[in-house]
């Protein structure tokens, strides 16, 4: 990295992001008053905490604390340097960025840094292979695969399918002659180091790109096509990279994150050809895993884009698996993680056993959308599975069974279905509902567990450790100020407005308090970075975003996460102005009312004074006038500002 980017460059990139555009590739939000909320990207949780504001350019998590402004949340979601995030948007933006020791990146693909130009090979990697595919006669081999399977060449476009040579070196060379280095080539996964050279990472294989959810290719899974392969896996994929983690990528989402987000219903199949053959049927909310099992991250980025909340009504997640034994073993894995859904989950089996693309090939597409519209719960699934593997001709067998099969149905999150999956099991077994009611209830409070999201904390790798302090710590670090007091609740709203809609804000007003009027010790310091950052005439110069840029680096770290908060927090909606945003009188009002609060703060300090000299019997009567003379001047104020109020 050739030294620091330059200030100004850092705030254009700021200032032409979409923070609401930005967070949405991630997080399916939804308006609340002048804010957007959705799931937490950083923490696990099952009802909405977290908030964007599109007015300044800042998110926060009530829950966990994150807060920031674009940079940070690609950092904190992408696990990004400061560098690495602002060259990210601005490679989006088509920017070119100018470095303090004169250096200059954008554009040219010299000047990209280097996660950034991973991602570039990436994509001129699929470019070469998706022609090699078609336009090759060596691809021939891949051609065949694809038309057997029932795949046209507009459909191998449309899923960016590509075709590894044989040759061994194809790629790497093709990428040398783009400008790529070795090193960059082999850090990407694409090629490895041999004793002859750089050698490709697949050879004679079809290739799937994996994307990211934001759509840049970051990895490839490429399928055996020769019998003579020394490498007889059937599939192989690119292994952990800077840019690619299999526990958090998931095939197809960049093409379905839009069906999942509007059905609220998310499709998980086990296989890149049963995504091309799902979406292609129709069914365009179908994604799979990466050669890894479907695990916790997958479940809390499907989790985000649903808005699987629980004061929702339930969303859908489907599971397709083969109906052979690893299939069963893969949905009793699924069933496993289960409770870390608010939606319901369900299973759709084939019953011959083909999965989703053998099914469009036999019967089409009407039979693949049939597949998934006739799911069973994944309750009903496992109950099946579970008693299947005992002998129910024999008591025995049925009671192994019953034991086996209660804790099922004791961890169905809705208690109102219990009873009928209970009588269901008793059906199954041929036993009483009585006997198998007790087993579920005492495979209940056996079975008891903490809050998954506890669970989840309690095994969390322990991760290096850092010099900078946690969102945690900071909000720790300075007292909350307590809302429950009407005064903080007012200073609160105050500070927001000042932040957000610093426009609708009397300058001359506010200069008539300082830091003192506010008894938040926190409210103070934001009241003092404020101050410090020109206040808000300062503010008319530049962006709502800049302003709060400018407001944070005049602030104790301290208070950095409550800025934040304060920045995204929805304003109360006012019915005089059609934007339903706050006006000018509900801003001056809350200025009247702190400078009220700080009238009454004087005078009862005056009064116990003069009290004070009564009492004393040795009190100077100058000291008395003068005192008296200003509680009456200080009654005087109050009385003016409260009739100016009513008028």
């Not at 991630?26 to 696990?44: A, E, M």
């Not at 280095?181 to 050279?197: I, K, M, P």
């Not at 950052?533 to 005049?554: E, K, L």
Request: glycine content about 8%; proline content about 4%; hydrophobic content about 40%.
């Amino acid at each position: 990295m050739a030294g620091r980017i330059k200030a100004e460059d850092v705030a254009a990139v700021k200032e032409r992001t979409s923070i609401e555009d930005l967070v949405r590739e991630h997080v399916t939000l939804r308006r609340s008053g002048s804010s957007l909320v959705g799931l937490c990207p950083f923490h696990d949780e099952k009802s909405p905490s977290f908030n964007v504001s599109p007015l300044t350019g800042y998110y926060h998590c009530y829950g966990c604390g994150e807060g920031g402004d674009a940079i940070s949340f690609v950092q904190k979601v992408e696990h990004l340097s400061f560098i690495e995030a602002v060259e990210k948007l601005a490679q989006k933006l088509g920017m070119e960025l100018h470095f303090e020791d004169g250096g200059a990146r954008g554009r040219d693909e010299g000047g990209i840094g280097r996660r950034a130009r991973l991602v570039e090979a990436h994509r001129v990697a699929q470019e070469f292979y998706a022609d090699q595919l078609l336009t090759t006669p060596a691809a021939r081999a891949g051609r065949d695969f694809m038309r057997a399977r029932g795949f046209d060449s507009a459909a191998a476009t449309q899923f960016g399918v590509g075709y590894a040579p044989r040759g061994g070196e194809d790629l790497a060379r093709h990428l040398r002659s783009k400008g790529f280095q070795d090193d960059e080539v082999v850090a990407g996964g694409l090629a490895g180091h041999g004793s002859r050279g750089l050698y490709d990472r697949f050879r004679g294989r079809l290739v799937w790109p994996i994307r990211d959810i934001t759509g840049d290719t970051v990895g490839f899974g490429a399928r055996r096509l020769y019998d003579d392969d020394r490498i007889e896996a059937k599939y192989l994929n690119t292994s952990e990279t800077p840019v690619y983690k299999k526990s958090t990528v998931l095939y197809g989402l960049d093409a379905a994150k839009k069906a999942i987000a509007r059905d609220r219903t998310a499709v998980v199949v086990e296989g890149y050809t049963d995504v091309m053959a799902c979406h292609l049927a129709g069914v365009e909310t179908a994604i799979a895993t990466c050669g890894t099992a479907f695990g916790v991250e997958h479940i809390k980025t499907l989790r985000r884009i649903m808005r699987d909340e629980a004061d929702l009504a339930p969303a859908r997640v489907i599971f397709t698996f083969d109906g052979d034994k690893a299939g069963q073993k893969a949905a009793m894995r699924a069933f496993q993680e289960d409770q870390r859904w608010a939606s319901q989950s369900f299973v759709a089996v084939e019953q011959s056993g083909k999965d989703p693309c053998e099914l469009r090939q036999a019967e089409g597409d009407l039979a693949v959308r049939a597949l998934v519209e006739d799911a069973v719960p994944l309750f009903e699934f496992a109950l099946r599975t579970t008693v299947g593997r005992f002998d129910l001709e024999t008591v025995e067998g049925r009671i192994q069974a019953m034991r086996a099969a209660a804790p099922i149905v004791a961890e169905i999150r809705d208690r109102s279905l219990r009873p009928e999956y209970t009588r269901a099991l008793a059906g199954l077994l041929g036993l009483e509902v009585e006997q198998v009611a007790a087993e579920v209830a005492r495979a209940g409070k056996a079975g008891q567990k903490p809050p998954v999201e506890q669970r989840t904390q309690q095994h969390l790798e322990p991760s290096e450790a850092s010099l900078e302090p946690t969102a945690a710590e900071l909000r720790d670090a300075m007292p909350r100020p307590d809302l429950r007091d009407p005064v903080v609740m007012v200073e609160r709203q105050l500070l927001q407005v000042v932040l957000q809609l610093p426009s609708l804000v009397d300058a001359d007003s506010l200069d008539l308090l300082d830091s003192s009027a506010f008894s938040a010790p926190a409210h103070r310091a934001v009241f003092d970075a404020i101050v410090g950052a020109g206040g808000i005439r300062a503010r008319s110069c530049g962006s709502a975003s800049s302003w709060t840029d400018a407001v944070v680096a005049a602030a104790p770290a301290a208070v950095h996460p409550l800025i934040a908060e304060l920045a995204v927090a929805s304003l109360p909606v006012t019915p005089e102005r059609a934007t339903g945003l706050p006006s000018r009188r509900y801003a001056a009002s809350l200025v009247l009312r702190l400078r009220e609060v700080v009238l009454t703060r004087r005078i009862a300090d005056a009064m116990s004074q003069l009290r004070r000299l009564d009492s004393s019997g040795t009190a100077d009567p100058e000291q008395q006038r003068e005192l008296g003379q200003r509680l009456q001047q200080l009654q005087r104020e109050l009385a003016s500002m409260r009739d100016r109020e009513e008028s």
